[in-house]
Nanobody, 116 residues
């Protein structure tokens, strides 16, 4: 069974940075495009960033230029570097497959709170 375990969230002031990690198990990780998603209270879960198996990335307009995504296929880990954080980035962040047809379940996510 595929599992994703997210970590690295926390409380940070506006303008600060955080680096999220997502460890995968139970899958041939390197074959798949991966993504980070986020869900703010009372809102739907949104796609934030994606990365292909070859390392090509794409970002939601709201985070472009501030967030970067990377992966370590040997360690089955995806990272999200978040810089210049804003209060509107506050959400629970999840990682999963990019292809929604592959998504069978979600991890617990990691809470990011941007507040002064």
């Amino acid at each position: 069974q595929v599992q994703f375990v997210e970590s690295g969230g926390g409380l940070v002031q506006p303008g600060g940075s955080l680096r999220l990690s997502c460890a995968a198990s139970g899958t041939i990780f390197s074959f798949y495009s991966m993504a980070w998603y986020r869900q703010a209270p009372g809102k739907q879960r949104d796609l934030v960033a994606t990365i292909t198996s070859g390392g090509n990335s794409n970002f939601a307009d709201s985070v472009k230029g501030r967030f970067t995504i990377s992966r370590d296929n040997a360690k089955k880990t995806v990272f999200l570097q978040m810089n210049s954080l804003k209060p509107e980035d506050t959400a629970v962040y999840y990682c999963n497959f990019r292809d929604p047809l592959l998504i069978k379940s979600w991890g617990q996510g990691t809470q990011v709170t941007v507040s002064s």
